[in-house]
């Protein structure tokens, strides 16, 4: 996750369902996430089309799909923030085709909470 700004505070984020040791849930928000739809592109689809005719890891789609999970999990901290949580539990990801060259890249959490200590 990318820092945040000054005077923003920053969304805990885990792959348990357990508050942090030392902090206990308060309040329970609810479901959050973060969707993403991305397009290779025409300069890196070819390229990587290329690269994928021998074996080994095609760095374009590496990078794609990499910098997509970011932008998809920096979307679910907006949505937390703007519900009033400060943590989400249960952080997952989950991708499909949606259509011709389309990948969506969905980051959620099962319990976007507030944490007290």
Do not use: C
Request: hydrophobic share 40%.
């Amino acid at each position: 996750m990318s820092v945040p700004a000054a005077g923003v505070t920053p969304v805990y984020l885990s792959t348990t369902f357990d508050a942090p040791p030392g902090w206990h849930v308060e309040r329970t928000i609810g479901l959050m996430f973060g969707l993403v739809v991305r397009s290779m592109g025409l300069a890196k689809g070819l390229t990587g089309s290329l690269r994928a005719l021998r074996a080994g890891e095609v760095k374009e789609y590496t990078q794609t799909l990499e910098e997509s999970r970011q932008h998809a999990l920096d979307r679910l901290v907006e949505h937390a923030r703007a519900s009033g949580a400060n943590a989400i539990l249960g952080v997952r990801f989950d991708s499909s085709e949606v259509g011709q060259g389309l990948q969506e890249i969905l980051a959620y959490g099962t319990g976007a909470v507030i944490l007290q200590p």
